[in-house]
């Protein structure tokens, strides 16, 4: 029988610094009824997708920053998504900033441990997966050059979850977060444990604040990078943006659904708050994976070392 699992990727206009969590969950339980009318059976949301994207300011107080994260999910805010999930029968992929509290499950040590996170949950409302960011850009201190800070190297700490994928919606499922999905590492881990959708969210600035880059190119890029990972893969890719002007930083839209033939079959339109739905068929990335992209038959893992043993550049002399 095929398997077509109808999936929604809903994008996020702006979150403002002041907007409470209550006000963020309703426009999310709004997209997944909107979601359930389109027969959807699982809805991707951005990264960081309960809170405006708090990395680009400099913060001191260690009070203000984890006020932007959450110490149990679901928690008394969250709890209405979850609730709708269950109700409406649908699952959904959120990214948000995840607090380990010392002595909580996964604590090391004796102070607080802190992620930028994605998990996965079922229609029944059952967290079925996680995973923790693994590819953190930006910097760990100010830098007055920016025109905006990215200090998710001084927020968080490297996922230590690896890329797990899990068997749920009838499928094997994977995730990643935003910047992750510009590295090949990301799909092919994935690639390798049989995965068929990977599911991701993003906040990417429009203006590149390390280097001079068109803005033309920061879409091209973001699509790009999908693009390629689906059809390397032969997998889905639904990637969920948070757009548009917030606080003062134009992040790019685009969120969109890449068939595992790289080809974009569902985009957004706008830079709000939006739903992009999709028919996935499961089985359609197979025949990639079991001709040009068959792993067993064609990679030469003896020439890929490097990979693994050396991190940055180095050049013959
Ligand atoms: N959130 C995130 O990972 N954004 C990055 C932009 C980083 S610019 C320092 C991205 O790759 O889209």
């Known amino acids: 029988m095929a398997r077509i699992l109808t999936v929604g990727a809903a994008q996020l206009g702006p979150i403002a610094r002041s907007d409470s969590r209550a006000a963020v969950v309703a426009r999310l339980v709004a997209l997944l009824e909107q979601a359930a009318a389109k027969g959807c059976k699982l809805v991707v949301y951005p990264e960081l997708a309960l809170t405006t994207f708090f990395p680009r300011w400099y913060l001191e107080d260690q009070a203000q920053v984890d006020a932007f994260f959450e110490p149990e999910m679901p928690g008394p805010e969250t709890r209405p ?3 709708a999930a269950r109700r409406l029968g ?3 992929q959120l990214g948000y900033a995840e607090l380990v509290a010392p ?4 604590a090391s040590g004796a102070g607080p441990r802190r992620f930028n996170t994605a998990i996965l949950v079922d229609g029944a409302g059952r967290i079925v997966g996680k995973y923790r960011k693994v590819h953190l850009p930006g910097h760990a201190e100010y830098e007055p050059q920016r025109p905006f800070q990215h200090l998710e190297k001084r927020y968080f700490e490297v996922g230590d979850l690896g890329f797990p994928v899990f068997r749920a919606f009838d499928g094997v499922m994977g995730m990643c977060i935003c910047n992750d999905r510009r590295w090949p590492e990301t799909y092919r881990v994935m690639g390798l444990q049989g995965v068929e959708l990977v599911m ?3 906040n990417t600035p429009l203006v590149n604040g390390a280097a001079p880059e068109p803005a033309h190119l920061r879409m091209f890029h973001n699509h790009l990078s999908m693009q390629a990972g689906a059809y390397q893969n032969g997998i889905w890719v639904v990637g969920a943006a948070k757009a548009g002007l917030e606080e003062g930083v134009e992040h790019i839209a685009g969120t969109c659904i890449v068939a595992p ?7 957004a339109h706008g830079t709000g708050d939006e739903l992009v739905v ?3 068929d499961l089985d359609l990335g197979r025949y990639i994976r079991d001709t040009t992209f068959n ?5 030469r893992i003896e020439h890929y070392t490097l990979i693994t043993e050396r991190t940055g550049e180095i050049a013959p002399p």
């Open 278 to 280: 999709a028919d996935c």
């Open 90 to 92: 649908i699952g959904f």
């Open 295 to 299: 792993f067993a038959r064609h990679r």
């Open 103 to 106: 002595g909580a499950e996964g």
């Open 200 to 202: 991701l969210g993003y």
């Open 81 to 83: 998504l979850f609730d």
């Open 261 to 267: 033939t790289g080809e974009i079959v569902a985009q």
